[in-house]
C-alpha cells in the first residue's frame, strides 16, 4: 500500500472507526444502538465491544496488508453475533462493504488532490477480498447453527416418542449378531 494512504488512513482512524461503528448499529433497533454505543463496561456490553475491537483489528490488519486467516480472529466474533441474529447473509455481512463508503467520504478532499485514487481501489480491493473472507466465515456459523437445531429436534422427538411408549430400546446385550449387520 503506498504511504501516503497509509498514513491518511492511520491519521483519521479514529474517525473512520467511530463513524463505521455507528453505520453499524443503525442496522440494530434503535432501543438496542443506544446501548451498544453508550455502555463502555465490556461484561456489560459484550457485543458492543467485541464489535468496536474487531472494527479496529479489521482496520489494522488492511492497512498493514496482513494475512486474512491469521490477521483477523476478532473478525469472527463479529461474524458469529450477526450470523445468530435476524439478519439476510447480505444485512449480516454488509458491515464490511460500509467501510468503504467511509473512508471515500473521509478521504474525499485527499483523493482529488493527492491523486491517490489508484492506491484506494487496491485498498478495496483488499475490502472486498475481506468479504469474501467473512462469508466463509458466516457460512460455517449458520451450517452449525443449523446442525445444533437438527440436533435437537432429533433429540426432542427421540423424548416425545419415547414418552409416548413407541420408542422401546434394546439393551446391547440382547441383540443378535445378525441384528447388528443389519442395522449398520
Same mark, same amino acid.
Given at each position: 500500500?503506498?504511504?501516503?494512504?497509509?498514513?491518511? +488512513?492511520?491519521?483519521?482512524?479514529?474517525?473512520?472507526?467511530?463513524?463505521?461503528?455507528?453505520?453499524?448499529?443503525?442496522?440494530?433497533?434503535?432501543?438496542? @444502538?443506544?446501548?451498544?454505543?453508550?455502555?463502555?463496561?465490556?461484561?456489560?456490553?459484550?457485543?458492543?465491544?467485541?464489535?468496536?475491537?474487531?472494527?479496529?483489528?479489521?482496520? %489494522?490488519?488492511?492497512?498493514?496488508?496482513?494475512? !486474512?486467516? %491469521?490477521?483477523?480472529?476478532? !473478525?469472527?466474533?463479529?461474524?458469529?453475533?450477526?450470523?445468530?441474529?435476524?439478519?439476510?447473509?447480505?444485512?449480516? +455481512?454488509?458491515?464490511?462493504?460500509?467501510?468503504?463508503?467511509?473512508?471515500?467520504?473521509?478521504?474525499?478532499?485527499?483523493?482529488?488532490?493527492?491523486?491517490?485514487?489508484?492506491?484506494?481501489?487496491?485498498?478495496?480491493?483488499?475490502?472486498?477480498?475481506?468479504?469474501?473472507?467473512?462469508?466463509?466465515?458466516?457460512?460455517?456459523?449458520?451450517?452449525?447453527?443449523?446442525?445444533?437445531?437438527?440436533?435437537?429436534?432429533?433429540?426432542?422427538?427421540? @423424548?416425545?416418542?419415547?414418552?409416548?411408549?413407541?420408542?422401546?430400546?434394546?439393551?446391547? %446385550? %440382547?441383540?443378535?449378531?445378525?441384528?447388528?449387520? @443389519?442395522?449398520?
Amino acid at each position: 500500500m503506498d504511504k501516503s494512504l497509509k498514513g491518511l +488512513l492511520k491519521e483519521k482512524k479514529a474517525t473512520i472507526l467511530s463513524r463505521w461503528f455507528g453505520a453499524i448499529m443503525e442496522s440494530y433497533p434503535i432501543d438496542i @444502538t443506544g446501548f451498544f454505543q453508550k455502555q463502555e463496561d465490556m461484561f456489560a456490553n459484550p457485543v458492543g465491544h467485541a464489535f468496536k475491537l474487531g472494527l479496529e483489528s479489521i482496520f %489494522e490488519a488492511l492497512i498493514e496488508e496482513k494475512d !486474512l486467516s %491469521e490477521g483477523l480472529p476478532l !473478525l469472527d466474533d463479529i461474524i458469529k453475533v450477526r450470523a445468530v441474529q435476524d439478519f439476510t447473509p447480505a444485512k449480516a +455481512l454488509s458491515f464490511i462493504f460500509i467501510l468503504k463508503k467511509m473512508v471515500r467520504e473521509e478521504l474525499e478532499k485527499e483523493i482529488r488532490q493527492d491523486q491517490i485514487s489508484d492506491e484506494l481501489l487496491s485498498f478495496e480491493s483488499k475490502i472486498d477480498d475481506l468479504a469474501l473472507f467473512a462469508f466463509n466465515i458466516y457460512v460455517k456459523c449458520r451450517e452449525q447453527i443449523n446442525q445444533l437445531k437438527v440436533d435437537e429436534l432429533k433429540r426432542m422427538t427421540f @423424548t416425545l416418542l419415547k414418552k409416548a411408549n413407541l420408542m422401546y430400546e434394546i439393551p446391547m %446385550e %440382547e441383540v443378535k449378531p445378525s441384528d447388528q449387520e @443389519t442395522s449398520i
